[in-house]
């Protein structure tokens, strides 16, 4: 028996651009806005059903009819989701869990646990966000395809080096298959864009940066009985517009404030691989448009803090590099919450997927942002959507000058 979808990914990428998909069509195509159908009706529709898949063939294990639910999607695919089933479970931990209705997929989780009440009357199922099948350390290997060939082709080889071919068979997932759809060049290595521990990188975490910095999403498609396949891609659908003083947002807050580094004095210590050979002093000073100088008269520099630092380097290249990194730390808080009216004729709350850049008009002027987080659940008729993370327009921009 295989869980059948709605839609094709190959098919569509081949028929149509993302300027000719319809709304529909889009939301189909990315498993982002697969994941929030019209949860609003979702009840009135049929019935939810909740297919569990073994993690280790993704053979249906059981099959849950379900009422109660809370589905949550963030930018660091942290928050955790749940349903509420009246049977107990065949279920492990890492089982993968795809809701349904009426054919639609509601949401895809992984199964992180399953509690029961006291009487046995209910069964919780706390899910993990699909992207935490990435949840693990790995070494930086074929970083020259993330600027030769193009990011997703990065990805889609450290998922085949350590998720399908790594050698090792109790950790190999070989129903999995993984497909790069488009092709970015991204002039950034890993580090850049993710922070290392011990020289490795955590892939989920770099799922995520990826998403906000260049909008990579990856497409998990279980069409195929006792296969998933991975097809990773570029978005590029046009930034939403919205205005919170419409009558169909409720419960808006926004809170702004800025701490950001904006001069950093280096002393670069110039090594030969091992020691150091030579010492030179810069500092370097952040602008207004957010790209760095190292003109201290630039009548465009921001106002901010002052930072010194210490970095050791083999050129001149890789310093300016650590840099730029620097700068990037900067924490810009800009958090904007509302409440979607899921019935408005105004808005579609599926078109609010995680990671779309955002155009919106606040009390207190218009502000780029984008999605970062998305919340629905069965006891409310109101999606909860957050925006903010204001950072990762600044590190986009001082990355852009690497």
Not at 79 to 101: E, G, L, R, T
Not at 301 to 306: E, L, Q, Y
């Amino acid at each position: 028996m295989a869980i059948r979808t709605v839609y094709d990914t190959h098919k569509m990428l081949s028929a149509f651009t993302h300027a000719q998909l319809s709304r529909r069509t889009h939301a189909w195509l990315h498993s982002h806005t697969e994941e929030v159908p019209d949860v609003g009706k979702i009840t009135e529709g049929g019935k939810l059903l909740a297919y569990v898949l073994s993690a280790e063939d993704l053979t249906i294990k059981d099959l849950l009819e379900f009422e109660t639910f809370e589905f949550k999607l963030d930018t660091e695919f942290a928050n955790k989701s749940k349903i509420v089933v009246a049977a107990q479970p065949n279920i492990s931990h890492d089982d993968f869990v795809i809701c349904k209705c009426a054919g639609d997929t509601v949401f895809t989780g992984i199964c992180e646990n399953w509690a029961s009440e006291s009487d046995n009357s209910a069964y919780t199922i706390t899910l993990r966000q699909k992207e935490n099948l990435f949840d693990r350390f790995i070494f930086i290997n074929n970083e020259a395809l993330i600027s030769g060939t193009g990011v997703e082709d990065f990805v889609a080889q450290a998922i085949t080096d350590n998720w399908i071919g790594s050698g090792d068979a109790m950790l190999d997932r070989s129903y999995l298959t993984v497909t790069a759809l488009t092709h970015t060049p991204i002039n950034a290595k890993v580090s850049t864009t993710v922070s290392l521990t011990d020289g490795a990188f955590n892939l989920k975490t770099y799922l995520g940066n990826i998403l906000e910095f260049y909008k990579i999403y990856i497409d998990f498609d279980f069409s195929t009985e006792g296969r998933l396949a991975l097809n990773i891609y570029q978005d590029m659908h046009t930034d939403l517009s919205i205005d919170v003083l419409l009558t169909d947002i409720a419960e808006y807050n926004e809170t702004y404030s800025v701490d950001a580094l904006t001069k950093l004095n280096v002393q670069w210590d110039q090594t030969d691989g091992q020691d150091v050979i030579a010492t030179e002093y810069r500092t370097y000073y952040l602008l207004a448009n957010r790209t760095v100088t190292t003109d201290a008269t630039n009548p465009n520099r921001a106002s901010g803090r002052t930072k010194a630092m210490v970095i050791e380097a083999d050129t001149e290249a890789e310093m300016y590099q650590k840099v730029l990194d620097e700068f990037s730390k900067n924490s810009y808080a800009h958090k904007i919450n509302f409440n979607l009216f899921m019935d408005s004729n105004l808005y579609d709350y599926r078109d609010f997927y995680i990671g779309r850049n955002t155009e919106i008009k606040t009390k207190s002027g218009i502000r780029s942002s984008l999605v970062t987080a998305q919340s629905i659940a069965s006891n409310s008729r109101f999606a909860a959507i957050a925006f903010g993370k204001l950072k990762v327009t600044l590190i986009e921009k001082i990355r852009s000058m690497a």
